[in-house]
């Protein structure tokens, strides 16, 4: 999961940004001179890193770094208040969201150890609230973010390697605060400095030489960079400084960057896809420029002779030792003519997750191929021991796996690509009930099936030597047992839209064969279905269109009802792809859908015309580390026990992008308990 752009990728994404960059007339242009409102007196030890307002109960605070001399906090007149000691503190950030704290959370780099620090603020004093996170690079700066997919926090550290690494922070069992990896990102050279929109769910770096960068927020999301400024191609002369984010409200978002070469501030518009707006020159409350402005950030709310907020700016090369300004975003704002907007208190309260959140509580082990590998579960209850319960997983590149409740890996099957995999208990092979599995299998294009030994606890190959589909790529695949015939079907669907039913016949020496009894077709991609055996329904994710109700009866027919289209819900983005069902009992339950376009599952009833109820997301669970839920493929959901957590079944699904940290793709197990409680949905 580990993204490193090649520098000959970035040259070119330098190249195709540069179009329309009138660089010379940039720099032949003067800019205005603005005067910063205060000087902080000069640090302990003659260091600067990068400062912050902070709002408290007893006024405004510049909380800032002071190398060697640990975070010093300061008035809004710039004294000093305090000094407290956090190694060598390096670069801050602050928040006023975070759980189980009441007051603001500044989060600090020692850069000694190279070790996340975090701190609550009391006025002018600060108290560390948990023990150092080390992260193994050169830290040059932080910042942190709340995303909006799942309202967790996050902490950016950016490096002397380029690296770009991105962590959830939560409290662990003894209230501390700590953070674990979520995903790193790879720049060709060093980066230092970042800061987060939360609005509109972006990371800005500034890779020193090279450029300034944004990337998605979102930890479970594709970190693809979009360039905004660079040198020579751009505005930027030779080397960027630090970046902050003024928030004036609609109409007043801005992106302010350091030119430090030049010593000019460029402004951008975050509300025109970071359209460059101008530059300025620096001077302290003494008149005196700022040759190399550093560090950077911003606050609009008001503070005392500043109505609209202030810009604090490091000064590692201020006249008697290194300071802070603090600019008015006023003064800023006349010269490029820009709005200040009004007032945003940093402090309000976030916003919820966009739809209720639950957590995995148990996730396998990685497959074993690279890349997108793991698909579809399928799941067996043991009716006698809940906790031995089974789960049989595809990985498309290499075969099936079967896990134990805890995730660990029983067996793997390199029997080649299976795609979609399902289970049916009961079936009778030489008079004898077994646990019988299928799979779509892309190598051989066939139906592959299996035997589960639940006392062995492996799959074992029984078909009647290869069972072909006469399709050109098995995809999707579902099971189905009669209810009043108590025979047993599969059904498989071609990629192009055709699907197949199969019944699976006893073929007298203690194999299984398929025998091909009806044709259909959608007029797209599908893949997910489910099969509620007791009403003799089938439910089909056409993947761009929608899901479909059809009888699941081999003399069926064509005949197909809509539940419901991605374009009549805005809740549904494309592509629908897992589907499965809870029961109930007495043909009550529920129908869950992946909704992979947006990381979230979609809930209908099962019975009646399938009314939608709601959605739900899987979000990071930081005491287990185990991340969130994104791009669902397969899943499967059981209202049987499955053992302590699982009491009242589960949902399996798998995970497109298993991070915290980033690894290869996995399976996660949700507690339906959760589910119901997030939706006010009923337990079996």
């Not at 002779?305 to 201020?318: Q, Y």
């Not at 909704?595 to 809930?603: K, L, M, P, R, W």
Request: proline share 5%; aromatic share 6%.
């Amino acid at each position: 999961m580990i993204k490193v752009l090649a520098r000959g990728a970035l040259l070119s994404v330098l190249m195709a940004g540069a179009a329309g960059c009138a660089f010379a007339q940039v720099a032949a242009t003067t800019p205005a001179a603005v005067r910063a409102a205060v000087d902080t007196q000069p640090t302990t030890r003659g260091e600067a890193g990068k400062g912050v307002v902070v709002l408290t109960a007893q006024g405004p605070r510049i909380v800032a770094t002071a190398g060697l001399g640990g975070i010093e906090v300061y008035d809004a007149a710039g004294r000093r208040l305090s000094s407290t000691p956090a190694g060598e503190a390096g670069s801050l950030d602050v928040r006023y969201d975070v759980a189980g704290q009441t007051g603001p959370v500044i989060v600090a780099s020692d850069t000694t150890t190279n070790a996340l620090r975090f701190f609550a603020l009391d006025d002018s004093t600060l108290t560390e609230i948990g023990a150092p996170v080390p992260l193994d690079f050169a830290i040059e700066g932080v910042c942190l973010l709340r995303n909006a997919s799942d309202a967790g926090l996050y902490v950016v550290a950016v490096g002397d390697g380029g690296e770009v690494d991105q962590s959830l922070v939560y409290a662990d069992a003894s209230g501390k605060l700590t953070a674990r990896q979520s995903r790193r990102i790879g720049l060709p050279s060093p980066a230092e400095h970042c800061v987060a929109d939360d609005a509109f769910g972006q990371v800005y770096v500034s890779e020193q030489t090279v450029g300034l960068w944004r990337f998605d927020s979102d930890p479970e999301t594709d970190a693809t960079p979009t360039l905004i400024d660079a040198p020579r191609l751009g505005h930027v002369t030779e080397e960027l400084g630090g970046v902050a984010l003024y928030d004036g409200g609609e109409g007043a978002k801005y992106l302010i960057a350091s030119d430090a070469s030049s010593g000019r501030l460029f402004a951008y518009d975050r509300s025109n896809d970071d359209a460059w707006l101008g530059a300025v020159s620096l001077t302290g409350a003494n008149g005196v420029a700022i040759g190399e402005p550093g560090a950077l950030s911003a606050v609009s709310l008001g503070l005392p002779g500043l109505s609209h907020g202030g810009l604090v700016v490091t000064d590692e090369d201020a006249e008697g030792g290194a300071n802070y300004k603090l600019v008015s975003i006023s003064d800023l704002a006349g010269p490029l003519k820009l709005t200040t907007g009004r007032p945003q208190d940093p402090r309000a309260a976030t916003a919820a997750a966009t739809v209720p959140t639950v957590f995995a509580t148990v996730e396998t082990a990685p497959v074993a191929s690279a890349g997108d590998a793991a698909d579809d579960p399928a799941i067996w209850a043991n009716p006698t021991d809940p906790a031995a319960s089974l789960i049989v997983a595809t990985d498309k590149k290499s075969g099936l796996y079967v896990y134990d409740m805890q995730g660990r890996v029983l067996q793997h099957l390199p029997d080649g690509k299976m795609n979609n995999v399902d289970l049916r208990s009961g079936f009778l092979l030489g008079g004898q009930p077994i646990v019988l599995v299928t799979a779509s299998d892309r190598t051989n294009k066939a139906v592959a099936i299996y035997r589960l030994d639940t006392a062995a606890r492996r799959l074992v190959n029984i078909a009647d030597g290869i069972q072909p589909t006469e399709q050109g790529d098995p995809y999707g695949q579902c099971m189905y047992i009669s209810p009043t015939t108590g025979k047993t079907y599969v059904f498989i669907n071609d990629s192009n839209g055709e699907k197949r039913q199969w019944e699976l016949i006893d073929a007298g020496n203690g194999r299984v064969r398929a025998q091909r009894v009806r044709d259909f077709a959608f007029s797209s991609q599908v893949e997910g279905c489910v099969a509620d055996d007791a009403a003799g329904v089938l439910y089909v994710d056409e993947e761009d269109v929608g899901i479909w109700r059809m009888s699941a009866k081999p003399d069926g027919g064509t005949g197909m009802t809509s539940v419901q289209r991605v374009d009549q819900n805005p809740a549904l983005k494309d592509d629908l792809e897992g589907i499965g069902l809870y029961d109930l009992g007495g043909g009550r339950g529920y129908l869950v859908v992946s909704s992979q376009g947006n990381n979230t599952y979609a809930v209908y009833r099962r019975e009646g015309a399938n009314e939608y109820i709601g959605s739900f997301a899987v979000v990071a669970n930081g005491p287990a580390g185990i991340d969130g839920i994104s791009e669902t493929d397969g899943l499967e959901i059981t209202s049987d026990d499955l053992g302590p957590g699982f009491e009242h079944g589960a949902m399996i699904a798998q995970d497109g992008r298993n991070v915290l940290p980033g690894e290869r793709q996995n399976y996660k197990y949700v507690p339906w308990t959760s589910i119901a409680q997030a939706l006010n949905l009923e337990v079996r």
